[in-house]
Structures are given as structure tokens and as C-alpha cells.
């Protein structure tokens, strides 16, 4: 099989043996928080044109960098892993732990039940929640039927949730900013239900209502496009002018880090592969966001498999990247399978450096290594 030649990128991709995460760095051995470094590097792109890709038809990868699994994913599935170890099989997980097809089929081949409800849990069992959180609902069900819990809620949805509470607290109408039916968005609303509005996008606008237009404050779902939603942002500002912002950032570092990444590379590019599952919200929004930026063509698969060669007549340049929730390998197939077709000069499109990585919930935390 043709490798793709990854120049200069050292990417650390190797899986352990049936994981579906990659092996920790040495230097994430310790527990570290802190956020990603925002300086731009290597966002140089050379054009093919010209002499800068040993290509003689001109054919070449962009690969973004950020892209792949973020620290909130990262944790979660470690946390399943965990208490497989722990607890032996089987263990159940409500909902997908992480949205990625790859994910979940290699787990449940661990012996990982996912269930789309507590209520399908055996009394007394272990169920782990996934990384899109839950309302305190869900938690009291838990609750009543003597389940044992672990909480794989990444900390940054975590953190929304608090902050809905907090605004709830003080009477806030909270127009929560997100995708209709999307488990992140049912979690964060479930904080304070009679407190938030859903707001699915700029045409959603027009409907919103509250009871007093100087306690509005905006909140968001964290996989959110970062343009739209600050022109649904700015829309409700015109019906709304006092509406109040968020604390902090409320989408997260890694889904804007990686739309920053695909917006570098897409204008160069003829087409941009967006690795991710349809129903990762993040992986969705990558593909538009590199239509957006310029791509002439984008398209999502989970697998190298589902990639089209018709899609590379014509092409020169393919723009690789992929959501939060997948796995590097799956993006290895990809480029694997690219080279097979002429595009074996890869050149890394390196918009920011991301060090975060999360704790593992406490129940676990002796087990990391
Ligand atoms: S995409 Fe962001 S919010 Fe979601 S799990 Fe990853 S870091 Fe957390």
C-alpha cells in the first residue's frame, strides 16, 4: 500500500491494540489545563503551481491542523475504556458517548451497551454519561433507580450548564442558541427549563419572545458555526439591544480551532474531505464552513471507504480534516487512500497549538497512566 508522505508533520497517530484513542503523549502524563496556544503557524501554504510540491501533475493534500479529537472526546471515551477496566463488561452508556460511528461500533464490540434512555438500565448497574451532558432530570431518574453513575459531560458543556443556572437564578430569559433535538442543547435547557428558548439559527429569530427585553442574555450550544451564530447573535441584538453576552466563549476552543484551520486551507483547495459522522454537529459544520471559506467541493464520510474517486477528477488540491469526535486513524485511511490515487505530498496547514487535556471524573482518576 502507498503511504501518504506527511511532510514535516509528526502527528503521534499509532492506536493501542482495540482502543479507539490515540496513545498519550509522555508529556500529558500529569494532568494539564491549559488552553490552546492561538498563535497561527505554519499557515504558509505554498501553491502547487509552483515548485513547492514534488507532485509533477501539481496533486497535493492540505492536512489541518487542529483536527481530530478534542480534549472534552478525549475524555470521554478514556473514561468508558476505564471502567470497562474496572468494572468488567458489560457497562452501559446513555447515548452515543461521542458522535463518531467508529467510536461507538468498536466499543460496543468491547462490551459497552448504549442505551437511549436510563429507564433501559438495570437496576443497579453502571451507566456512563456521555460527553453532551444531561439535565438534572436525568440524574434524578438515575437516581431513583439506584443506578451507578459516571459523568463523562465534557467540562466546557458543564460550564454552560452552570451558567444557564446562574442566569436562571437571576431571572434571565436565556435564548440558548443551538440545533433542535441535539442532546447537548436538551441537557443545557433541561437546567432551567422554564428559563431558556431555544433559537436554532438566524430564521429562528423572528419567533423568540421575552418577558423583558433588559434581562435577555445569549447562550450557545458548543459545536456551533462560529458565523452563523454570530449573525443569529446579531439579529436577535436588532429585535433585542440589551441582550446581554456570554462570560466566556461559549462555543468551544476545539470546534472554533478547527474551523479556523479549514477556513486557512479551504480557498486553496478543490475539495475538502471533512472526516466525521453526519451526526456530529461539529464534523457537519466543518463541510460548511469550508464551502463557505471557498472549497469548490466538500464532503463528510466516516470511512476512506465512502470517499468517491470521481470526487478527484480534476482535482489538484484536497483539503483534509476532521471533527472532534474521530478517531486519527480513520483520517490515515483517508490519506492512505488518497495516495493511492496520486496524492501522496501532504503539507500540514497548522493554524494553532492545542495542549488542554481534561481530568478524568473522579470515580476513575487513579486509573489514568
Ligand atoms: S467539542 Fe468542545 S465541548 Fe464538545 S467535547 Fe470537545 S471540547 Fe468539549
Given at each position: 500500500?502507498?503511504?501518504a508522505?506527511?511532510?514535516?508533520h509528526?502527528?503521534g ?28 503557524l505554519?499557515?504558509?501554504i505554498?501553491?502547487?503551481a ?9 496533486k497535493?493534500?492540505?492536512l489541518?491542523?487542529?483536527?481530530g479529537?478534542?480534549?472534552g ?24 458517548i461521542?458522535?463518531?460511528?467508529h467510536?461507538?461500533e468498536?466499543?460496543r464490540?468491547?462490551?459497552v ?15 456512563v454519561?456521555s ?9 434524578a431518574?438515575a ?6 453513575t ?5 467540562p ?10 446562574r ?6 430569559d ?7 433535538g ?7 435547557a ?8 431555544l ?5 429562528s429569530?423572528?419567533?423568540v ?12 450550544q ?28 461559549d462555543?468551544?476552543y ?18 475538502v ?7 456530529s ?18 464532503y ?5 471507504r465512502?470517499?468517491?474517486p ?9 483539503g483534509?480534516?476532521s ?6 486513524i ?6 492512505d487512500?488518497l ?9 500540514p496547514?497548522t ?15 487513579a486509573?489514568?497512566?
Open positions: 500500500m502507498t503511504g508522505n506527511v511532510a514535516g509528526g502527528c497517530s499509532s492506536l493501542e491494540r482495540g482502543s479507539v484513542r490515540p496513545e498519550r503523549p509522555r508529556r500529558y502524563a500529569r494532568i494539564l489545563w491549559g488552553m490552546s496556544s492561538a498563535i497561527p505554519n499557515v504558509g505554498t501553491r502547487s509552483g515548485a513547492a510540491t514534488a507532485d509533477p501533475e501539481g497535493r493534500v492540505l489541518a491542523e487542529p483536527r479529537y478534542c480534549a472526546v478525549d475524555r470521554a471515551v478514556e473514561t468508558v475504556e476505564k471502567a470497562l477496566e474496572k468494572h468488567g463488561a458489560p457497562i452501559y452508556v446513555r447515548k452515543e461521542v458522535h463518531n460511528r467510536v461507538v468498536t466499543l464490540d468491547r462490551g451497551i448504549f442505551v437511549d434512555t436510563t429507564d433501559e438500565v438495570p437496576e443497579g448497574e453502571l451507566v454519561f460527553a453532551h451532558g444531561v439535565s438534572p432530570a436525568v440524574h431518574t437516581a431513583e433507580r439506584n443506578l451507578r459516571i459523568d463523562a459531560t465534557c466546557l458543556v458543564t460550564k454552560v450548564h452552570q451558567e444557564a443556572k442566569f436562571a437564578r437571576d431571572d434571565y436565556i435564548l440558548l442558541i443551538g440545533h433542535e441535539h442532546e447537548e442543547v436538551e441537557g443545557t433541561g437546567e432551567a427549563p422554564d428559563h431558556v428558548q433559537v436554532d439559527g438566524p430564521d429569530v423572528e419567533k419572545t421575552v418577558r423583558d427585553e433588559a434581562k435577555v442574555i445569549w447562550l450557545s458548543t459545536t456551533l458555526s462560529v458565523d452563523e451564530t454570530m449573525e443569529t447573535v446579531s439579529r436577535l441584538r436588532e429585535k433585542f439591544p440589551a441582550l446581554q453576552d456570554p462570560p466566556s466563549d462555543i468551544c476545539a470546534t472554533q480551532n478547527r474551523q479556523v484551520a479549514v477556513k486557512a486551507m479551504a480557498p486553496e483547495c478543490d475539495l474531505i471533512v472526516v466525521g459522522s453526519r451526526n454537529s461539529n464534523s457537519v459544520r466543518l463541510v460548511e464552513v469550508a464551502l463557505g471559506a471557498g472549497a469548490r467541493a466538500s463528510l464520510v466516516d470511512y476512506a465512502e470517499v468517491d470521481a470526487w478527484l477528477e480534476g482535482v489538484r488540491t484536497v483534509i480534516t471533527g472532534a469526535s474521530v478517531p486519527e480513520l483520517v490515515r485511511g483517508v490519506l487512500m495516495a493511492e490515487h496520486g496524492f501522496g505530498e501532504v503539507q496547514v493554524t494553532a497549538n492545542e495542549t488542554l487535556v481534561f481530568a478524568l471524573p473522579r470515580e476513575l482518576r486509573a489514568r497512566h
